[in-house]
């Protein structure tokens, strides 16, 4: 399959592949658990060799996970050119995302500076999730005017305890 897409992108370039999660099929070789894996990662980097100086491809890896990735990908000149790192927010940044996807929900300053100490180490897409599962809460509980510390935690335990030990394993949490 892989083969298809770098096809279809010399078609097309200039173009831009993106490779999310690049941890899951460019893990570490000692990682790998079967022949296939290390196979796709041939494929991969033999891709990233083969390309021509006037290639107009630009490969863009994502993954949460760089430590699991194949050395070999940077080792090579070429390969990965530039990393960026876009770290989870700080305080700062929660305070912002909170009252971005609050838009339109009471939050008194008091909900929102305990959210934002709640929400330390959390992603933006865990702050929007709990927000828009908050706003549920309160128009359940049919107080509308204003989100309350005690919907937050609904929403909270809802999202990480009520779907099981998946949600527990992939948002963190206790484990009862």
Do not use: H, W
């Not at 893990?27 to 296939?36: F, Y």
């Not at 305990?114 to 933006?124: D, E, H, I």
């Not at 989100?147 to 998946?166: N, R, T, W, Y």
């Amino acid at each position: 399959m892989l083969d298809q897409y770098m096809q279809l992108a010399r078609f097309l370039q200039p173009a831009m592949i993106v490779l999310e999660d690049a941890d899951l099929i460019a893990r570490a070789r000692t990682s790998m658990r079967n022949p296939c894996e290390e196979s796709l990662l041939n494929k991969l980097l033999n891709e990233m060799d083969g390309l021509r100086e006037d290639a107009a491809l630009l490969f863009v890896l994502t993954t949460n996970r760089p430590e699991e990735l194949e050395s070999a990908l940077a080792a090579r000149p070429g390969r990965i050119d530039q990393a960026i790192e876009f770290p989870l927010p700080d305080e700062e940044g929660r305070r912002k995302l909170i009252k971005l996807y609050a838009a339109g929900i009471g939050l008194t300053e008091r909900v929102a500076s305990v959210l934002v100490r709640k929400t330390k180490g959390a992603s933006a897409a865990f702050i929007k999730e709990l927000m828009r599962r908050a706003a549920q809460v309160m128009l359940r509980s049919g107080d509308g005017r204003e989100l309350s510390l005690s919907q937050i935690e609904s929403a909270l335990d809802e999202m990480l305890f009520a779907g099981g030990s998946l949600n527990v394993r992939l948002l963190g949490g206790r484990q009862d």
